[in-house]
């Protein structure tokens, strides 16, 4: 196994780790407080604005609001494969592999406007 | 039932599915937006959001355990997330725009498709010709097998590019990792062996459904209550599954399990066309 796929690796397992242990955290406070509640899936409402985007899950992610730990796991989730290809990135340029550097930036730039521009 | 009972029941249903679609090797995203609407009344788009997200995980750590075996060819694989990555932005849009009874019946189609994948034999499709574009790509590449390395060429790129544009979109759209249209744009259409299609595809999986992830988190799609049974449970049924994957046959619960994703088929179609789905 060469030094490339051991990163990318240890980055995938790492990843999805970490989300792991934040969901689980974040899913047992939030059984704690609304466990005993209803569910309310049936009707399609969106999530509220602080749970959309980057900036407010961070921010309820540090107020410990449960939903705001468990998106904080999702979105790292989400994070996992962007790093990844970040990883490729810089591995390409060490081996000074032009033509897959711009592959693999091409790829980073479509992820990066999903998880970012969009609105 | 309460929250606590219904997540309990959801992360029951989500270990099973990950668990069997690791075994059957046909995934388990298929059968959970099926799962969550048909059986638990969740809304379609609230399913789907949490479905993309069982998926990032599954491929995430399936294929880091892959890339120790050195069967996944990084540079097909990263080629062609152009085309999956481009198609699961316009999948992800679409779904913005369509009506959730249109998604339904699409998702019904693409589960039938999957059931008559898991009735067919894996077969080998090669070609020992050189393709003068996968050459300039670099692509050609060798996997490990029991007499030694293996040596194979990579061909009909811009073929196997369209189709993976089709994969991501269908992905986008439904919340699933399509990775049985993986298979067949890398096996079929480009003749890269089964081994190298398959866990190639596992690792692109993540990559597209990160690309309409975001899109469905800013767009509220996203629910954390929801998609955390979700995840944690395909997490746990597909790694508890992954340890079992060498040992038993699977041949009887490939069949047991197309079955009975043809029966979501025909209900999620059925359910579509009728208007349950709104």
């Known amino acids: 196994m060469n030094d490339m796929e051991k990163w990318i690796g240890g980055t995938l397992r790492g990843g999805v780790a970490v989300a792991g242990l934040l969901v689980l955290a974040g899913g047992a406070m939030y059984l704690t407080v609304h466990g005993a509640a209803g569910p309310a899936y049936g009707a399609f409402k969106g999530e509220p604005e602080r749970l959309k985007d980057i900036g407010g899950i961070v921010h309820a992610a540090r107020a410990l609001h449960p939903r705001g730990i468990i998106q904080l796991g999702l979105l790292c989730l989400i994070a996992t494969p962007i790093m990844r290809v970040i990883l490729s990135i810089v591995i390409y340029a060490r081996q000074k592999d032009k033509l897959y550097m711009i592959i693999t930036g091409i790829v980073l730039c479509l992820l990066l406007y999903s998880l970012v521009i969009v609105r | ?278």
């Open chain 2, 1 to 278: 039932m309460n929250t606590l009972e219904f997540t309990l029941l959801i992360g029951l249903g989500s270990v099973l599915a990950g668990l069997v679609g690791v075994l059957t090797g046909l995934g388990g995203g298929v059968v959970i937006v099926p799962m969550l609407t048909l059986v638990f009344g969740v809304d379609i788009r609230y399913a789907i959001g949490a479905s993309l997200v069982s998926v990032i995980a599954t491929s995430s750590s399936a294929a880091a355990t892959y890339i120790k075996e050195g069967y996944s060819n990084l540079r097909v694989g990263m080629f062609l997330e152009i085309a999956t990555t481009l198609g699961a932005l316009s999948g992800a849009f679409l779904a913005l725009i369509i009506s959730p009874r249109l998604i339904a019946v699409v998702f019904g189609l693409a589960l039938l498709h999957s059931a008559y994948t898991s009735w067919q034999e894996p077969k080998e499709f090669r070609d020992n010709k050189h393709d003068p574009l996968s050459r300039r790509l670099r692509m050609d590449s060798s996997y490990p097998d029991s007499g030694g390395l293996q040596y194979y060429h990579v061909h009909n790129i811009p073929g196997g590019f369209l189709l993976m544009m089709v994969a991501g979109a269908l992905s986008g759209l439904l919340g699933i990792g399509s990775g049985a249209l993986k298979v067949i744009a890398m096996d079929r259409i480009m003749k890269i062996p089964f081994k190298v299609s398959t866990t190639t595809s596992n690792f692109m999986i993540g990559v597209t459904a990160a690309a309409s992830a975001g899109i469905y988190l800013n767009r509220g799609y996203i629910d954390p209550g929801l998609a955390m049974p979700v995840m944690l449970g395909v997490l746990i049924g597909a790694s508890t599954g992954s340890h079992f994957l060498m040992k038993s046959k699977t041949k009887s619960l490939r069949t047991l399990f197309g079955t009975v994703i043809l029966v979501l088929a025909v209900e999620m179609i059925f359910n579509g066309i009728k208007g349950n789905f709104r």
